[in-house]
């Protein structure tokens, strides 16, 4: 989690097999940060270029935010 909040990005898993400008961030990831009000850079980039709407992210799905 301490890299998540070091403002690294961090690829959804399930577009690793793709080249890399096809791959997305991960989306637990997003939610984890938008629910501690610390969204990374490249997600304040993209919501200010209208790419990236926090109001759309599921906020009530399980995601991993402890070890």
Same mark, same amino acid.
Not at 10 to 13: A, K, S, V
Not at 21 to 28: L, S, V
């Given at each position: 989690m301490e *890299?998540?909040?070091a403002d690294m990005s961090?690829?959804?898993?399930k577009t690793l097999?793709?080249?890399s400008?096809?791959?997305?961030?991960?989306? *637990?990831a997003m939610i984890f940060l938008e629910k501690e009000d610390r969204p990374n850079q490249m997600m304040r980039i993209a919501e200010r270029i209208g790419m990236y709407d926090r109001?759309?992210?599921n906020m009530n799905v399980d995601i991993v935010d402890e070890y």
């Open positions: *890299g998540i909040r961090f690829t959804c898993h097999h793709m080249p400008p096809d791959q997305q961030h991960c989306a *637990g109001r759309k992210l």
